[in-house]
């Protein structure tokens, strides 16, 4: 819980001017580690994939993996940033169990990628997000803190490493103050952490994903009264491990200060950590008793100096940005604007784009995906991704209506079967038994007896009253289990009844 | 014949491989010698017998079954505690790794594995490479054969001694600041500092990454570059190592002949607080050198004298970061360690307990001198100094082939003479560093006995990869030196141990 004082947020905004700081850490999706050749796997037994040199033995040494420095320097053409003719590794000394080495391989003063920016769209207003750098490092080990009540270093009786994270290339892309956003910079935040993680994705040199910590945000706000041009106290939010958390995050942070502001107090320069449960950031280490990481060169590496001819060739593989992306897929899918926001906030869009591809109409594919699918992706509390079922599937689950095989009620049942694992959608149907009934012998008989059991209904449409054909309907599709068109069906009764 | 511990590498590869003597054999005089004298030595920190003797049987049997072998196949070697050796510990002459057996090889012990030689054991080495008598090994010094009350060098002391001893044909070294190249000077052998990156670190636990270098350390120019050409090489396990072909070192040591050759006295090194007897045997050497019609020119390289205070600003530097990873959390000592205390508390207690004084001492000045606010004033100043001694050397060899100096500005002194005066003991070091700095090659090779009869060497340095020029100049004034002697300085200890 917070027992932290609040201000309204629309109040804060009416005296004071956030301004924003970014860090975004990216954990690459290379298949070996940034200085060794250990996989990078997610989810092994702990310390099995590590070797001398990710485990800082005595006497190893990093040998630095091209295929990083690739990705690096793709991330940073993509953010439209200068890239480095010349630059090297540094080591950030601080002791820490996480760390095999005691010092973390990074980038200081002379990052791969410098000077760039992006743009972000929020509720249809364009900002530049300014970027100042983006370099590569290596991913510290995990700790796990056992006996305590918190799961926190403190209080436990003793703490457990996994090393094999120790090593995995990341890149961190750091923003230039982010001003003039006004009451808009939580969500802008988000636009441009979203802009990168599809960004990244559609690079393909990332997971990218939020929940598994391949990106990580760190998030910085400070106040400044409006008006003025000083920058405020900041605090960096960590912890923050979902778009919405970005966002919802910043606005508590901006609350938070806003009350000590105007309260004449001070904010204290520190790390905050999120809690997603309680939605409230809590104090964790300050940066008055921050390290003095005593930065220099990397001796055991020499330094890394890209051909203007490679990022060229780089750069051609740079893919158009999200939004021109999503603009192109729209003008083919003439989806509304209300109805592609919804789509690109349920994070459809690659979806929709796999199903059209697979044969279905925008309209059906966006149809399934943002009903059926996003109602069972929310109850799960996962993202449509997630959901395991592929556009192909839903493609042809289409393919199966519109040919008449099955109905739109089955259809539910056949994805519901999909997501259970039980095959592909045509596999379902025939192991299922599922295609409607066409033989029209079985299907009279049905109406037949329906008719017979129900003689005043029958006799309500006999005289005119079309509307309540429905209930017969109804009964029909039950005695056939649902495996029968209801078009059908309908037809078949007012043909029995007029003859 | 010679007794089998005092011939050379060279011949003991002739009678190996002519099947005169057993490497078998061979290994067993070489571990006798060591059980007889190295109490009273101290050269060796574990002595490998077993598998010494298991390996030099093996290295017969393919001899006999006619596989083509190696040049040094079945020839032992002694390896400098500083390089991981699977199944011996490796301690680096410090407690803080006590009884680490490191999971890997260090490329150089590989190298050695591959050529079928017979590793004897782990040599003697102040802690961490840290110093110029090896007073600073944990596990006690090692003491000069010429003379038990005085030290052997450092901080190979151990990897000297044992040649002196003969204890081994040949050993490894590694070389900071000259821990190759001192001990070979005051023990009368041979040691070279190849070129950085000649030799892979790879498994070589580091002191300062920028500066160390492997090397190999024999009882002359010959057999230091038979085993110079098997542990140099390009390792893609080590960014720094050079790709590119090793000079042929072994034809240039054969040369013997210096006509035309030019070689420059570096005017900065010599002088003031040099003894007498080791600047005339360095005058007597370069003297032999021009009547064999080498062309002799006295060249300056005004920011030496600055190179001292440099070295000591950089290696601190990167020391305290190197050093960093022996915190009791994975391997070596843990100290303190009860239940109730905090992993830094026990970090902060095993660090205490398990580094010795100059360890520390550097750690502590490594870390200031990294340290915001100070780092410009010193570590960076001392990177400016390093530009400006690299471009003395690269001015240096646009006139000459080689440059030339004595290795240390005194002899062997005696055990305990310096412990409390840190800057004399760096002193030792005045004439190698440079080269450290600069990243070029030099060896040394002994050149006479001083008035206390001990060894003086002189040290012979070459531009990055002009290694084969050490071994031309080296191997020419070795044989000019030994004419005049009428055999090997180290003879006179043979013929006393005999």
Known sequence: MSYEELMDYDEVMESYDPALGLEVHVELNTHSKMFCSCSTQFGAEPNTQTCPTCLGLPGSLPVVNAKAIESAIRIGLALNCSISTWCRFARKNYFYPDMTKNFQTSQYDEPICFDGQVEVEVDGQPFIIPIERAHMEEDAGKSQHMGGTTGRIQGADYSLMDYNRAGVPLIEIVTKPIMATGPQAPAVARAYVGFLRDMIRALGVSDVRMEQGSLRCDANVSLMPKGSTTLGTRTETKNVNSLRSIEKALRFEICRQGAILSSGGQVVQETRHWHEDGAYTSAGRSKEEAEDYRYFPEPDLVPIAPSREWVEELRATIPEPPAVHIAGLNKTWGFSDLEMRDVVNAEAVDLIHATVEAGASPQAARKWWMTELLRRANAESISLEDLPISGEHVAEVQRLIDSGLISDKIARQVIEAVLAGEGSPTQIVEDRGLTLVSDSVTLQKAVDDVIEANPDIAQKIREGKDQATGALIGQVMKQMSGQADAAKVREMIIASLAS | ?498
């Open chain 2, 1 to 498: 014949m010679t007794s089998l511990i005092h011939a050379t590498a060279a011949e003991l590869a002739d009678l190996l491989s002519t099947g005169v003597v057993s490497s078998e054999e061979v290994t067993r005089a070489h571990l006798d010698q060591i059980a007889d004298v190295d109490g009273e030595v101290h050269a060796y920190l574990y002595v490998d017998s077993d598998r010494a003797l298991d390996t030099a049987r093996q290295v017969d049997r393919k001899r006999q079954q006619g596989e083509q072998l190696g040049r040094l196949a079945g020839v032992p070697v002694g390896l400098k505690d500083a390089f991981t050796y699977m199944g011996a510990p490796t301690t680096c002459g410090s407690k803080i790794l006590e009884g680490w057996y490191p999971p890997y090889n260090a490329t150089v012990t590989q190298k050695l594995i591959d050529a079928d030689m017979i590793i004897l054991g782990k040599t003697n080495m102040d802690e961490f490479a840290m110093g110029s008598s090896t007073e600073n090994s944990a596990y006690g010094p090692t003491c000069n054969p010429w003379d038990l009350h005085r030290i052997p060098g450092g901080s190979g002391g151990g990897s000297a001694a044992a040649l002196a001893s003969f204890q081994a044909p040949l050993t490894i070294g590694s070389d900071t600041g000259g821990s190759i190249r001192q001990p070979a000077a005051v023990t009368g052998t041979v040691g070279v500092k190849p070129t950085y990156g000649a030799a892979s670190r790879y498994g070589l636990v580091a002191m300062a990454s920028s500066l160390d270098q492997p090397g190999p350390c024999a009882r002359n120019v010959m057999d230091a570059a038979l085993l110079h050409e098997v542990i140099c090489g390009h390792d893609p396990k080590d960014s720094t190592s050079i790709n590119a072909e090793v000079p042929n070192v072994v034809a240039a040591a054969a040369t013997k002949d210096v006509r035309g050759l030019k070689i420059g006295i570096v005017k900065e090194l010599g002088g003031e607080g040099y003894e007498p007897e080791v600047l005339a045997r360095f005058r007597e050497a370069i003297d032999l050198l021009a009547n064999a019609g080498a062309e002799i020119h006295e060249v300056s390289c005004p920011h030496f004298p600055a190179a001292l205070g440099a070295y000591y600003l950089i290696m601190p530097s990167e020391v305290s970061s190197n050093l960093a990873r022996f915190d009791a959390m994975r391997y070596g000592l843990r100290v303190g360690d009860d239940g109730s205390t905090s992993t830094e508390q026990v970090m902060r207690t095993t660090r205490g307990a398990g580094f010795g004084a100059e360890v520390k001492r550097r750690i502590i000045l490594g870390t200031y001198a990294l340290s915001s606010g100070y780092y410009d004033a010193y570590y960076g100043s001392a990177q400016k100094v390093r530009t400006l001694i690299i471009r003395d050397f690269t001015q240096a060899f646009e006139t000459v082939d080689v440059l030339m100096s004595p290795t240390s500005p005194t002899t062997a002194f005696t055990i305990g003479e310096r412990a409390n005066d840190p800057i004399a003991m760096y002193k030792a070091d005045l004439c190698t560093i440079p080269t450290n700095l600069a990243g070029n090659a030099a060896m040394s090779i002994p050149a006479g006995l001083g008035d206390n009869s001990m060894p003086v060497g002189v040290q012979i340095m070459a531009p990055p990869q002009g290694d084969d020029r050490l071994y031309r100049v080296g191997g020419a004034l070795e044989a000019l030196l030994q004419d005049k002697w009428g055999g090997p300085l180290l003879g006179t200890l043979a013929k006393e141990a005999r």
